[in-house]
Every structure is written in C-alpha cells, then in structure tokens.
T-cell receptor
Framework: DTGVSQDPRHKITKRGQNVTFRCDPISEHNRLYWYRQTLGQGPEFLTYFQNEAQLEKSRLLSDRFSAERPKGSFSTLEIQRTEQGDSAMYLC???????????????FGPGTRLTVT | GQQLNQSPQSMFIQEGEDVSMNCTSSSIFNTWLWYKQDPGEGPVLLIALYKAGELTSNGRLTAQFGITRKDSFLNISASIPSDVGIYFCAGYFAGGTSYGKLTFGQGTILTVHP
C-alpha cells in the first residue's frame, strides 16, 4: 500500500497527558498537511510542511500543539496537556509540489481518533 | 475568512436515482476538490477541478467548476448502495498565506436505500 499512513488509528488518553501522532506521506510527495475534524464538520487545516520546512503553523489551535517533519519524510503532531476539547479525528494529507496550476490534490490518511477522558 | 456552504446537508434516495449536491463560497477559489468519507476513515479524493467552467467526470461522478469561481457541483448518476457516505467539497485559493490550506464544506450525508 503506497497511500498515506497514520499511527495510531485510535488513542484514548486522560486529560493532562501528552500524545504524539505519526504520519507517513506518499513517498514522492514533498508537501504534508495536518487537519483536525470534529463530529459533523469538515476537516479544519492546522499546519503545512514543504519538505522539512513548516511554512504555516499559525492555525495550530494553541501553543499546546506542535508538529515536526525533521527529515522531510514522516511527520509527528504532538498535543501537550490534553483537554477534553481536543477529542477529534486528526488527519494527515500529502501532495506533490505544484506545477502549472495542478498539484493541489491532497491525499488523506485514515486518521487518528483521539479521545480525551 | 473563506467559508463554504454545502447543500443539501443530507439526502435519502433510492438505488438507481441520480444525486446532485453543490457548494458555494463567499470568495473565489483556484481549485475545487470533491472527497468522499466513510465512517472512521479519512476523506478519499474523487475529482479535482482547476479551471472555471471545467466539467470533469470520474465514472458515474461528474463535477463542475462554476464560472464565477465561487461554486462547484457534484452529480452522481445511477446511485448504488456503496455510494453511501459523506461527500465534502474543498476549495483552494493560491494566494496570500494560504500555504496549501484546503477549506472544506460541512459535508452532504448520502443514504441510498436498496
């Protein structure tokens, strides 16, 4: 399978704990995105990497959220001191670089479902 | 900020019927994408549109990029039970600090009765 993979698929944690999620993009894609999706809503953009550079992080929900892509391949999303409101599906997507107006097609992974108790 | 209004919110149809849904925006987009999401899974890309007025098909699915660049439409012909799911439109604006951000609609929940 050469699609986007995410690990774990499900995470249950107690309020106040830290959690980290991993995303492995499609191998030839240099762009990686994180989204959050709550029940009944469409995905909400969080942050974006081109190779290892994080070009947009202002939409991360608070300073408790951070993301890395140290070698321009896989990425991690960490949430510190989790709160019940952090319960959601966290989605990762990847895409090629753009060329001639195309390349904005983002391919999503299966997501990580976080439940904070 | 940019917002997408997707309608209808839900549809209940009989197998074999055609389906239409649409998405409108308060501002223009350069790219429109349509996704389908099954419960507990990530969205799956169905169709990508890059030019105003463009009409693109993928099997029984046809989507159009509105000429005003503020709307898009998705049609499904001869629906089958496996079409059940949530359909999302998403727009991309290539300017400013958009940095790859897709803006999603709220989704259309499709139920197909055999």
């Amino acid at each position: 399978d050469t699609g986007v993979s995410q690990d774990p698929r499900h995470k249950i944690t107690k309020r106040g704990q830290n959690v980290t999620f991993r995303c492995d993009p499609i191998s030839e894609h240099n762009r990686l995105y994180w989204y959050r999706q709550t029940l009944g809503q469409g995905p909400e953009f969080l942050t974006y990497f081109q190779n290892e550079a994080q070009l947009e992080k202002s939409r991360l929900l608070s300073d408790r959220f951070s993301a890395e892509r140290p070698k321009g391949s896989f990425s991690t999303l960490e949430i510190q001191r989790t709160e019940q409101g952090d319960s959601a599906m966290y989605l990762c997507a990847s895409s090629r670089g753009t060329s001639g107006g195309v390349g904005y097609e983002q391919y999503f992974g299966p997501g990580t479902r976080l439940t904070v108790t | 900020g940019q917002q997408l209004n997707q309608s209808p919110q839900s549809m209940f149809i009989q197998e074999g019927e055609d389906v239409s849904m649409n998405c409108t925006s308060s501002s223009i987009f350069n790219t429109w994408l349509w996704y389908k999401q099954d419960p507990g899974e990530g969205p799956v890309l169905l169709i990508a549109l890059y030019k105003a007025g463009e009409l693109t098909s993928n099997g029984r699915l046809t989507a159009q990029f509105g000429i005003t660049r503020k709307d898009s439409f998705l049609n499904i012909s001869a629906s089958i039970p496996s079409d059940v799911g949530i359909y999302f439109c998403a727009g991309y604006f290539a300017g400013g600090t958009s940095y790859g951000k897709l803006t999603f609609g709220q989704g259309t929940i499709l139920t197909v009765h055999p």
